[in-house]
């Protein structure tokens, strides 16, 4: 049994606000993956738990004509990762949440659990830092929307008022389109494991401006016919440069963060260039505050995140490349 | 406080009146005495509790009996057929050797039906994944791929189903 006084299953998100601004004592749970396994352990014991399990339209992912996401926060992890949208345009997000728990807490935990909990250490959260999803954010006097940079305050706490639902997370198309990323997750198990460390970068590569017209893989064609800039894609890598970079970080500070420092930096560099490991590894360090836990030491913690930088970049790029570019950065 | 709750349980529907602190593993195992769901850690870790909610995997310790109202659950009481053989996945579990003490058992049979469910084959490395959620403390796991192998891997070089 829980050591709960009270339980509302709130039939819509109108209904479960209600419920949580008449009863100071009341809490939200989705999923219930994290909330009871705190109730187990004693924690935020005897007050009233209102259900949004059962709410149809928090779920699922959706597609807006301006080719945002829209995606339903009682959305489980494992629903998450197969939706055909997210595999499409975020799969680094479905990666990042196919590293939760085991299969049975991926059919029950939620996104929108993973990041109302506040962890630094959630699964979805540095991928989610990078794709500048906002937030909205519904209660007793409308809604608003946070960007999810904004969104944490400290370890588990969010601007989230009490009596406020997530009905849903947005990720614009310019946040998506044209970028590859990747997730790395560093844990001791493969699986059932909160990451000592979670990090993902995203790229977005593009022609060099003094290369349109003259660059070594244009000799065949013209430059604006979009088939000629696929052949000097995978012909000219030389050529390309980093158009937009994101470094988003779970476990590297209290709260989930960007390097938008280290991210100009970048930003217009070659990408065939090897010092942008040595760099992108280098400046990220001045920008985290990692702790020492039983997890691991604050020290261990610098070098997972210099090195999973380093990897992560490298695996964007050859996303974004293909692995033609292995051959000339592997040295670097 | 009591509330009333319907729900079909291994094919039959049930109607009680339960407590709304319960989990739907307390439920399972006191109120329709379905001992074949173990409580192992409660905090839904290792896995002994697995049941299939509408033909999905959930750790029924962390699952509260008010969420399954009007939903179909199964457990491995719920397998065995009329005529009292046993579902291919548990001759497989007795074929290959997959048991020892049994507390994990019952939760890993239900983690293979779900696969079974989904009506296509895994390499031996995605059936690791597919049991990343279970604990067997026999360590018994190289018995158990081999059976969950048998039902639901590729045919090995003699091409069985």
Redesign the interface.
């Known amino acids: 049994?829980?050591?709960?006084e009270?339980?509302i299953?709130a039939v819509s998100v109108e209904d479960a606000i209600q419920h949580l601004k008449a009863d100071p004592d009341a809490s939200v749970?989705s999923g219930?993956?994290d909330v009871?396994?705190r109730l187990?352990s004693g924690k935020g014991v005897g007050g009233t738990l209102v259900?949004i399990?059962?709410i149809p339209e928090l779920h699922g992912v959706d597609r807006l004509l301006d080719g945002t996401l829209v995606i339903g926060p009682a959305t489980c992890f494992s629903d998450l990762a197969k939706d055909p949208l997210i595999r499409s345009c975020v799969p680094y997000l479905g990666e990042a949440v196919e590293t939760v728990?085991?299969?049975?807490?991926r059919?029950?935990g939620t996104i929108g659990g993973n990041l109302c909990n506040g962890a630094t250490s959630a699964d979805s959260a540095a991928v989610m830092q990078t794709l500048n999803a906002r937030l909205v954010l519904q209660g007793p006097d409308g809604s608003r929307e946070v960007p999810v940079t904004e969104f944490y305050l400290g370890p588990g706490k969010t601007v989230r008022r009490r009596d406020e639902i997530l009905t849903a997370i947005l990720i614009e198309a310019k946040d998506y389109l044209g970028f590859t990323g990747c997730y790395i997750k560093y844990g001791k198990r493969?699986?059932?494991e909160i990451a000592t460390l979670g990090c993902c970068v995203r790229v977005k590569l593009g022609p060099a401006p003094e290369d349109s017209g003259e660059g070594p893989g244009t000799e065949n064609g013209g430059g604006q016919d979009p088939a000629a800039l696929q052949t000097q894609n995978a012909a000219g890598p030389k050529s390309r440069i980093i158009r937009d970079i994101r470094i988003g970080y779970g476990v590297a500070a209290p709260t989930p963060i960007r390097c938008y420092k280290t991210e100009n930096l970048l930003r217009g560099r070659s990408a065939s260039d090897p010092s942008i490991y040595e760099l992108i590894g280098e400046h990220v360090l001045e920008e985290v505050q990692p702790r020492s836990s039983w997890r691991a030491s604050k020290e261990f913690r610098l070098q997972l995140i210099a090195e999973l930088a380093r990897r992560a970049l490298r695996e964007a790029m050859l996303s974004s490349l293909g692995n033609s570019l292995l051959d000339q950065t592997s040295a670097g | 406080m009591l509330q009333i709750i319907n729900m079909y349980v291994n094919g039959r529907r049930e109607e009680l009146a339960v407590d709304i602190r319960e989990s739907l593993l307390e439920t399972l195992r006191e109120r329709l005495n379905l001992t074949s769901v173990k409580k192992g850690c409660g905090v839904g870790e290792c896995g002994a509790c697995t049941v299939l909610v509408d033909g999905v995997a959930v750790d029924a310790c962390l699952y509260l009996t008010m969420w399954a109202e009007g939903k179909h659950i199964l457990t491995t009481e719920g397998l065995k057929s009329p005529t009292g053989e046993l579902n291919p996945i548990q001759q497989a579990f007795v074929d290959e050797a997959a048991v020892q003490c049994g507390f994990c058992t019952p939760g890993l049979i239900m983690t293979a039906v779900e696969l079974m469910g989904k009506g296509r084959k895994y390499t031996r490395e995605e059936l690791r994944k597919e049991i990343a959620g279970h604990l067997c403390r026999c360590t018994g796991y190289e018995n158990i791929l081999n059976a969950l192998e048998k039902v639901v891997g590729y045919p090995k070089e003699q091409g069985g189903e």
């Open positions: 049994m829980y050591d709960i009270r339980y299953e749970i219930g993956t009871l396994v187990r259900s399990h059962e728990g085991g299969p049975q807490i059919n029950m493969k699986a059932m």
